[in-house]
């Protein structure tokens, strides 16, 4: 289910992908051509969904949902590729598990005794997986650090059952804001730590990177839904204030830490006065994202915002 940059098993250097990314008020599909450096988007939809499917970014009513799956497939007539479906973020728990150094087979054998005493529900009633990460502390090369991604089995159960209903072959099940990451970040490799932070109408995604790794990863409450919200410091607050805390929390976390760059993006990012509150209260430098320019593919004509997470989804088999 989850994937961090670099660590998909199906990892591919040219063909077709699709990413279907579920927002409060949409989904956003993309399909991309190509190869990594030569990518162009064969197909960019975005399908009205109703009104209460998901809330706060949680899945709240599959039907609807599968209902806009049908009005999907009644727009591009059929699924031609196999399709890496995004879960709304705060159906997926994320979170940093050590152990001693040990192959990862190993390190999943033990979490599924372990499970929890890390996650509010059994190991019988999860889907999840883990992957690799490099995090900067000193004794980072004596273990094994992993991001364990996990969400109830009944929520993906569901989701494939939709899928499947509609003709829609799965290639994987995936956390929005982990594909968010991966969209944000770009085809290149990184240095040093840095922040993305994916702004949609009801919550948003606030997360710390290290290199190609995500380590951290937060969600925040702030209704953003009006103008009025999105244009006032009230509305912004909540965001800006967890965004400070999250920069003390990964300097206390990580010793020696100072991120000093943060991605902004996502449905609503450039429509607020956050990137410009981030910089003069945060002291941060804020880079507006432009997936388009960010992997050098031409935008669609007529483009909407809001379509990183697809594209992350879409590119999760290429990088």
């Given at each position: 289910?989850?994937?961090?940059?670099?660590?998909?098993?199906?990892?591919?250097?040219?063909?077709?992908?699709?990413?279907?990314?579920?927002?409060?008020?949409?989904?956003?599909?993309?399909?991309?051509?190509g190869?990594?450096?030569?990518?162009?988007?064969?197909?960019?939809?975005?399908?009205?969904?109703?009104?209460?499917?998901?809330?706060?970014?949680?899945?709240?009513?599959?039907?609807?949902?599968?209902?806009?799956?049908?009005?999907?497939?009644?727009?591009?007539?059929?699924f031609?590729?196999?399709?890496?479906?995004?879960?709304?973020?705060?159906?997926?728990?994320?979170?940093?598990?050590?152990?001693?150094?040990?192959?990862?087979?190993d390190?999943?054998?033990?979490?599924?005794?372990?499970?929890d005493?890390?996650?509010?529900?059994?190991?019988?009633?999860?889907?999840?997986?883990?992957?690799?990460?490099?995090?900067?502390?000193?004794?980072?090369?004596?273990?094994?650090?992993?991001?364990v991604?996990?969400?109830?089995?009944?929520?993906?159960?569901?989701?494939?059952?939709?899928?499947?209903?509609?003709?829609?072959?799965?290639?994987?099940?995936e956390?929005?804001?982990?594909?968010?990451?991966?969209?944000?970040?770009?085809p290149?490799?990184?240095?040093?730590?840095?922040?993305?932070?994916?702004?949609?109408?009801?919550?948003?995604?606030i997360?710390?990177?290290?290199?190609?790794?995500?380590?951290?990863?937060?969600?925040?409450?702030?209704?953003?839904?009006?103008?009025?919200?999105?244009?006032?410091?009230?509305?912004?607050?909540?965001?800006?204030?967890?965004?400070?805390?999250?920069?003390?929390?990964?300097?206390?976390?990580?010793?020696?830490?100072?991120?000093?760059?943060?991605?902004?993006?996502?449905?609503?990012?450039?429509?607020s006065?956050?990137?410009?509150?981030?910089?003069?209260?945060?002291?941060?430098?804020?880079?507006?994202?432009?997936?388009?320019?960010?992997?050098?593919?031409?935008?669609?004509?007529?483009?909407?915002?809001?379509?990183?997470?697809?594209f992350?989804?879409?590119?999760?088999?290429?990088?």
């Open positions: 289910m989850f994937s961090k940059k670099g660590a998909s098993k199906n990892k591919v250097l040219k063909g077709n992908f699709a990413g279907l990314a579920l927002h409060g008020d949409s989904l956003r599909y993309v399909e991309l051509s190869g990594r450096g030569a990518l162009k988007v064969a197909r960019q939809e975005l399908i009205p969904i109703a009104s209460g499917a998901i809330q706060k970014d949680s899945v709240s009513a599959m039907d609807a949902i599968v209902t806009a799956f049908e009005a999907l497939k009644a727009t591009i007539k059929s031609k590729y196999p399709v890496i479906l995004g879960v709304p973020s705060r159906d997926i728990i994320l979170r940093l598990v050590e152990y001693p150094k040990m192959p990862i087979e390190v999943k054998a033990a979490l599924q005794f372990e499970f005493k890390y996650f509010p529900y059994p190991y019988n009633e999860a889907a999840a997986d883990v992957a690799e990460v490099e995090v900067p502390t000193p004794e980072a090369a004596d273990k094994s650090t992993v991001l991604a996990t969400c109830r089995q009944r929520i993906v159960s569901d989701l494939m059952r939709g899928a499947s209903r509609v003709g829609m072959s799965l290639a994987a099940i956390p929005m804001n982990v594909a968010f990451f991966r969209a944000a970040i770009g290149d490799a990184h240095t040093g730590s840095y922040f993305v932070v994916f702004v949609e109408p009801e919550t948003t995604q997360m710390l990177g290290y290199k190609d790794n995500g380590i951290l990863f937060r969600s925040t409450s702030a209704d953003l839904t009006s103008r009025e919200m999105r244009e006032s410091d009230d509305g912004i607050m909540p965001i800006l204030r967890d965004v400070q805390n999250t920069i003390i929390f990964a300097g206390n976390q990580y010793r020696g830490m100072a991120p000093n760059q943060l991605i902004l993006g996502g449905i609503i990012s450039k429509d006065r956050l990137g410009e509150l981030l910089e003069t209260t945060a002291s941060i430098s804020v880079a507006p994202l432009n997936i388009w320019d960010l992997w050098r593919v031409a935008a669609p004509p007529g483009s909407a915002e809001g379509f990183e997470a697809a992350g989804l879409a590119v999760r088999n290429l990088i």
